[in-house]
Nanobody
Framework: QVQLAESGGGLVQPGGSLRLSCTAS????????MGWYRQSPGKERELVAT???????NYGDSVKGRFTLSRGDAKNSVYLQMNSLKPEDTAVYYC??????????????WGQGTQVTVSS
């Protein structure tokens, strides 16, 4: 089992900043992809930002230039710095990790979600 622990959501005014954190733990052999997705009411879950083991960082079009994804030194943590937040960024943000566990089985784990609300 691979578990994800998220933190950092909250209420912020438009133009403000927030930082989300996610740490993976458990029987991890590899992390091939890790990052954040979000979902707002009535909409499908969408990509925010992910790292891949190949060294690529992918951002959703709506957050490019405003959000930055980074990794911890141990490579099992990711941090999402969100700047210039807009009301349309309001959503539940979910951490996701994809890889192989110690049994060499594929895992695709999700965190419980953290609410980000951008409102004046």
């Amino acid at each position: 089992q691979v578990q994800l622990a998220e933190s950092g959501g909250g209420l912020v005014q438009p133009g403000g900043s927030l930082r989300l954190s996610c740490t993976a733990s458990g029987s991890i052999f590899t992390i091939n992809r890790m990052g954040w997705y979000r979902q707002s009411p009535g909409k499908e879950r969408e990509l925010v930002a992910t790292f891949t083991s190949g060294g690529n960082t992918n951002y959703g079009d709506s957050v490019k230039g405003r959000f930055t994804l980074s990794r911890g030194d141990a490579k099992n943590s990711v941090y999402l710095q969100m700047n210039s937040l807009k009301p349309e960024d309001t959503a539940v943000y979910y951490c996701n990790a994809l890889g192989y566990d110690d049994s060499r089985m594929v895992y695709d784990s999700w965190g419980q979600g953290t609410q980000v609300t951008v409102s004046s």
